[in-house]
């Protein structure tokens, strides 16, 4: 009994240590792409967000009756 204890404790250490090195790239994948994010939301409010540009004319012209 007692060795298939130590397999098990061996099984569940592999299985986080795996756990946390997926957690950990997760993470920084997240941290390096969140300043681009915000900064991407930064340059939408400097615009004013709407605008009248050609290709919303063109659908415009689309909808009258």
Do not use: C, W
């Not at 299985?15 to 900064?39: C, R, T, Y």
């Amino acid at each position: 009994m007692n060795r298939n204890k130590m397999k098990l404790n061996r099984r569940n250490f592999l299985l986080a240590a795996g756990g946390a090195g997926a957690f950990a790239l997760v993470a920084k994948d997240n941290l390096e792409n969140a300043p681009q994010a915000s900064l991407a939301g930064e340059a939408e409010e400097k615009t004013g967000g709407y605008h009248l540009s050609q290709h919303v004319k063109k659908y415009y012209k689309t909808t009258l009756i």
